[in-house]
């Protein structure tokens, strides 16, 4: 069983760089075909597909959120990492980390495996 944990800092200020990190147990993140997506969910809105690395560490990024992320991985820690330049008070929301054979989508149904996520709010 494919297990996913997000790690990483609970309040960051604005303008600054968040990171988080999702250690991937019970499965390879250089596993074939599968995509490691980084997930996110407002307070009272609906999922947000951020982007994904693939098993060949190819990277992907939602049009609107290209210009301040990055996402890389740790194959020797079974790890891969968020990066979200220049945040805003509109970035805070509950950031989860998922697996499946899809990327870009904002339904739970298209994931094979996720995280318990992890609450991130922006505030100075």
């Known amino acids: 069983q494919v297990q996913l944990q997000e790690s990483g800092p609970g309040l960051v200020k604005p303008s600054q760089t968040l990171s988080l990190t999702c250690t991937v147990s019970?499965?390879?993140?250089?596993?074939?075909?599968?995509?490691w997506s980084w997930i996110r969910q407002p307070p009272g809105k609906g999922l947000e597909w951020m982007g994904a690395?693939?098993?060949?560490?190819?990277?992907y990024y939602s049009p609107s959120l290209k210009r301040r992320t990055s996402i890389s991985r740790d194959t020797s820690k079974n790890q891969f990492t968020l990066q979200l330049r220049a945040v805003t008070p509109e970035d805070t929301a509950v950031y989860y980390c998922?697996?499946?054979?899809?990327?870009?989508?904002?339904?739970?149904?298209?994931?094979?495996?996720r995280g318990q996520g992890t609450q991130v709010t922006v505030s100075s």
């Open positions: 019970g499965g390879f993140i250089t596993s074939n075909s599968d995509y």
């Open positions: 690395i693939n098993y060949s560490g190819s990277t």
């Open positions: 998922a697996a499946g054979r899809s990327i870009s989508s904002s339904s739970w149904s298209a994931y094979d495996y």
